[in-house]
């Protein structure tokens, strides 16, 4: 236990430090957040502040941003360094470190939430949530199917120079097609079905029903099962193909 | 009690023997060298002997675990330098020796550790202000702050200046007064003549010498040169007096002078490059 704490602590000292990701992977979301609230942010909706649903969308992008697209860059420059295989010859057990790698960045996924959340009460006028307990359980839920995909895009993915591109061709279309920064009922049909077959879309779902719509997820059911479904494909994809070795060399 | 015990190691890649059946044993408390042009089979070697890679045939024991089944306890004993790898670029010198004594349960202290490296003045400094040869002092401080018994070092001067490299050789020299047991592959032949106390020579997966390195190159035959009308004669021979006695009695008889005579034992280089580059029968 002590091992796990050490390395967490670890984890998080490397994610602050590092300013490129702290910027990149913490601030981007609530920085998209003020930019789209104060243009689109004011009146309401069905008797909702429209920030409500903005503080939502952008949640939802910061799940994506961060557990998937975040943790994906950080495990493959770790593994194209090196990190990852001069880790495998210390005592350090290969699945506590991934579970402490998971459960910094589940960490870093509410607080960024929480900072969305704060800038929009605080703001924007945006309401605080309805079922906060839930909410809570929606990110936590979110932010660990998210890093299933973060894992398996990590494991695809052979270089660091590929990674971050790679990684904002998934997270931003997935996150417009989703709803993140408004509505797309004007989208054409083909792609909210394509919408309707991606996680993100139903993550938001969640987020809308424990946050503005006072809807226990235990309605939410079939959201729940596609958002575990895409994570549990991604935790497979994982097993079979991560390495802790440098591709590219 | 042998501290590495290596017999009829073999590995293929996609059905290329990169390692074809070596045997090798190091003692406690030796440093012991692997010797070879890259492609030999060193890195092969070692990374199996770290538990990175499983072999496809032979035994293989190191401090009497099997590296093939990475135990845990296995790793605590152990310190690794890769040939590549950047630790935490963001991260201090302190920073990450305090990490990876975090995954001992018996480390050394941290602060003696960088003192010893020779990084004392860099504690503070983030990993990527370092140079080449302060980032491999700090590879060799997170592979000794665990207090392993064993040490591995691969290609540890590689891309170094001819100061770096004499700084290097002090720090592994002094793994030797620690009284650890090290396992060093290189592809310079003056880096394993300082540093080891025996050697093995690999060519092409196999072991072509093992033994002192005084003695595995020493040469036993010397090189005579001359020119006779112009063309270079050289003559190898074990047995140079007579040879010499013979080839200028004939010289004086015949009336010719025997230009540039030159009589010199082949160069350990020489011999090394003879070793590692002749075609195996």
Do not use: C
Not at chain 1, 101 to 123: P, T
């Amino acid at each position: 236990m002590t091992l796990f704490w050490h390395q967490l602590r670890a984890e998080q000292l490397t994610f602050w430090r590092s300013r490129e990701a702290a910027i990149f992977v913490f601030l981007f979301p609530p920085l998209l957040f003020v930019l789209l609230a104060s243009v689109f942010g004011d009146g309401t909706e069905e008797g909702r502040p429209v920030s409500s649903y903005l503080v939502a969308g952008l949640i939802g992008y910061a799940v994506a941003n961060t557990a998937l697209g975040g943790l994906a860059i950080t495990l493959v420059l770790r593994r194209e360094s090196g990190i990852l295989k001069r880790l495998r010859s210390t005592p350090l057990p290969g699945g506590l470190y991934l579970a402490t790698v998971l459960l910094s960045n589940l960490l870093i996924v509410v607080l960024q939430s929480f900072v969305v959340l704060a800038l929009g009460v605080l703001l924007y006028g945006a309401d605080p949530p309805e079922r906060p307990a839930e909410f809570v359980l929606v990110l936590a839920i979110g932010a660990v199917a998210f890093a299933g995909l973060g894992l398996a895009t990590a494991a695809l993915i052979r270089s660091d120079e590929a990674v971050a591109a790679a990684v904002n061709v998934i997270v931003l279309p997935m996150s417009f097609l989703s709803g993140a920064f408004g509505s797309t009922e004007d989208l054409p049909a083909v792609l909210q079905v394509i919408a309707d077959v991606l996680p993100l879309k139903y993550l938001i779902e969640l987020v809308l029903a424990t946050y503005v719509d006072n809807e226990p997820i235990g309605d939410h059911l079939g959201a729940i099962a596609v958002v575990a479904a895409w994570g549990i494909a991604g935790y497979v994809v994982a097993w079979r193909r991560f390495g802790w070795e440098p591709r590219e060399r | 009690m042998s501290a590495i015990s290596v017999t009829g190691l073999r590995k293929s890649y996609d059905g290329v023997e990169a390692v074809r059946g070596i045997d090798f044993e190091v003692e406690a408390g030796e440093v012991f060298g692997l010797l070879g042009p890259n492609g030999a089979g060193k890195t092969t070697t070692v990374e199996i002997l770290e538990g990175y890679r499983q072999r496809d045939g032979g035994e293989v024991s190191v401090l009497g675990f099997d590296p093939g089944r990475a135990e845990r306890a296995f790793r605590e004993r152990i310190g690794v330098v890769l040939q590549q790898s950047e630790l935490w670029p963001v991260l201090t010198v302190r920073e990450v020796h305090r990490i990876f004594a975090g995954y001992y349960s018996q480390p050394r202290d941290v602060d003696e550790v960088i003192e010893l490296v020779g990084l004392a003045e860099k504690r503070d400094a983030k990993v990527k202000t370092l140079s080449g040869g302060q980032k491999r002092r700090l590879d060799l401080g997170v592979a000794l702050v665990g207090d392993p018994e064993l040490v591995f070092l691969d290609e540890p001067t590689t891309g170094f200046d001819p100061a770096a490299r004499r700084n290097a050789w002090a720090l592994i020299r002094s793994l030797r007064q620690l009284g650890k047991t090290v396992l060093l592959t290189t592809h310079y032949l003056d880096e394993a003549q300082q540093l080891a106390d025996r050697v093995a020579v690999l060519r092409a997966g196999e072991i072509v010498r093992i033994g002192k390195p005084s003695e595995l190159i020493a040469s036993t035959t010397v090189q005579i040169r001359y020119r006779l009308r112009g063309e270079e004669v050289v003559l190898e021979t074990a047995d140079p007096t007579r040879e010499l006695h013979e080839l200028t009695a004939r010289a004086l008889r015949d009336g010719v002078e025997l230009e540039d005579l030159e009589v010199r034992r082949a160069s350990l280089e020489d011999v090394y490059l003879a070793l590692v580059e002749d075609e195996p029968e």
